[in-house]
């Protein structure tokens, strides 16, 4: 990977590794535009300033915008998206994985 390829891999890591960064793109994956109270409880825990902060950072990024009915993905956020839908499949072989290598409590006597 180039210095400038890599540049931008931590640029959008270091956003996305925001607090709740990921499960407010991840709220809207279905396109459908969200009111902020319906966002905030689709993200779920978030309190309303940093979902504000978070909302900031995706729009000023060209990630999400809001339409007048809500906010939505951009077309550079819907490709983002997209990019993460094998997520779901691998979170479920990691966690397979790590239930087969935790080691197993024995009960108490």
């Known amino acids: 990977m180039s210095a400038k390829e890599n540049a931008a891999v931590t640029q959008l890591l270091e956003l ?3 607090r709740y960064a990921l499960r407010v793109l991840w ?3 279905d396109g459908h535009p969200q009111t902020f109270r319906l966002l905030q409880d689709s993200v779920g825990q ?9 909302i900031k950072e995706l729009r000023s990024a ?7 009915d809500g906010y939505v993905v951009t077309t ?3 490709d983002l998206l997209k990019r993460l839908t094998e997520l779901p499949a691998f979170a479920a072989k990691w966690t397979a994985s790590q239930a087969k290598t ?6 108490a006597k």
């Open 16 to 18: 996305l590794e925001a």
């Open 27 to 29: 709220a809207l994956k």
């Open 46 to 54: 978030i309190t309303p300033n940093t979902l504000n902060t978070r």
């Open 62 to 68: 060209g990630l999400l915008h809001h339409d007048g």
């Open 76 to 78: 550079l956020g819907a």
């Open 102 to 107: 935790s080691p197993v409590k024995k009960p």
